[in-house]
């Protein structure tokens, strides 16, 4: 099985909080959240690797946070949306985080902000 | 620093033609540098990686990218365009270090005509 990404797609209001889910690939140690705006290329926003802590270096403000439990799922939510934050939100998987593994990506959560 | 530039945001072929989209990167290392591409309404693929074992690498579905160091540029290739490439091609650098952080260029949309 692949990563995993929950919900497919998003629909909300301005202003409301959105948790996006992550599952990646069984064993993989590396975890990794981007996101694709329309015509834009992907931005980083945060690395999970093992048990170490989190590159958050890419988070574009304190509304975003992400969390990793037991070393598997994660979840990334925004509070308070707007409605830039509209965009594709990918994440992906790599075994043991080394920039020579290939990441696998999920699908994609296509939020949308009203 | 790492960055990639991607010549062209769109680059349209006839079928059968050859297809070439260009790269261009920069490392205060020796970078990992891969090519992803990503078809509609789909997270990204893999498409190769390049590991410093040849310069010339193949991938999936003909495609094939050479490094070249003096002029650090990472192009890719394919003899011969089918309709089913038509997609939105990424290339990527990594750090060359444990860091499993990646580096995205803004992506090349490929159109292939009949």
């Known amino acids: 099985a692949g990563v995993s990404q929950s919900p497919s797609n998003k629909v909300t209001e301005k202003g409301k909080d959105v948790e996006l889910r992550c599952d990646p690939i069984s064993g993989h140690t590396a975890l990794y959240w981007y996101r694709q705006s329309l015509g834009q290329g992907l931005e980083f926003l945060i690395y999970?690797?093992?048990?170490?802590?989190?590159?958050k270096s890419g988070l574009p403000s304190d509304r975003f946070s992400a969390e990793r439990t037991g070393g598997s799922v994660s979840t990334l939510t925004i509070q308070r949306t707007q409605q830039e934050d509209s965009a594709v939100y990918l994440c992906?998987?790599?075994?043991?985080?080394?920039?020579?593994?290939?990441?696998?990506f999920g699908d994609g959560t296509r939020l949308s902000i009203l | 620093a790492q960055s990639v530039t991607q010549l062209g945001s769109h680059v349209s072929v006839s079928e059968g033609a050859l297809v070439l989209l260009r790269c261009n990167y920069s490392?205060?290392?020796?970078?990992?540098l891969f090519w992803y591409v990503q078809y509609p309404n789909q997270g990204l693929q893999l498409l190769l990686k390049?590991?410093?074992?040849?310069?010339l690498v193949k991938g999936i579905n003909g495609f094939e990218a050479e490094f070249k160091k003096s002029e650090t540029s990472f192009h890719l290739t394919k003899p011969s365009a089918h309709m089913s490439d038509a997609a939105e091609y990424f290339c990527?650098?990594?750090?060359?270090?444990?860091?499993?952080?990646?580096?995205f260029g803004r992506g090349t949309q490929l159109t292939v005509w009949p």
């Open positions: 390049y590991t410093s074992a040849a310069t």
């Open positions: 990527v650098v990594g750090r060359g270090s444990t860091l499993g952080r990646l580096y």
């Open positions: 992906a998987s790599s075994g043991q985080g080394d920039s020579n593994q290939p990441q696998h």
């Open positions: 490392s205060s290392v020796p970078p990992y």
């Open positions: 999970f690797q093992g048990n170490s802590a989190p590159d």
